[in-house]
Nanobody, 116 residues
Framework: QVQLVESGGGLVQPGGSLKLSCAAS????????MNWYRQAPGKQREYVAS???????NYADSVKGRFTISRDNAKRTVYLHMNSLKPEDTAAYFC??????????WGQGTQVTVSS
């Protein structure tokens, strides 16, 4: 059974930091590109960051320089380190596993709220 389980969300003050984790099971994690998306209330889900199977990273302009995506294939986990958080970063954050060969998978999301 495929599972993507996000954790690490919560309430943080502007300028603070959070580290999100996404633990994967049930598929060949090391062969997948892993992504983070987010969705704020009333808005469409948007791309945040990605890391390919060989470790190449990419970021949305809105988070570049503040967020860092990484992966640990031995632990089957992808991380999103978020620094200098802003109120506009408030959203539900979703993990997304993508393959050009096999099925794609979404996690259930974890809420991040940036507020004083």
């Amino acid at each position: 059974q495929v599972q993507l389980v996000e954790s690490g969300g919560g309430l943080v003050q502007p300028g603070g930091s959070l580290k999100l984790s996404c633990a994967a099971s049930g598929f060949t994690f090391s062969s997948y590109a892993m992504n983070w998306y987010r969705q704020a209330p009333g808005k469409q889900r948007e791309y945040v960051a990605s890391i390919t199977s060989d470790g190449t990273t990419n970021y949305a302009d809105s988070v570049k320089g503040r967020f860092t995506i990484s992966r640990d294939n031995a632990k089957r986990t992808v991380y999103l380190h978020m620094n200098s958080l802003k109120p506009e970063d408030t959203a539900a954050y979703f993990c997304f596993a993508h393959s050009s060969i096999w099925n794609d998978y979404w996690g259930q999301g974890t809420q991040v709220t940036v507020s004083s």
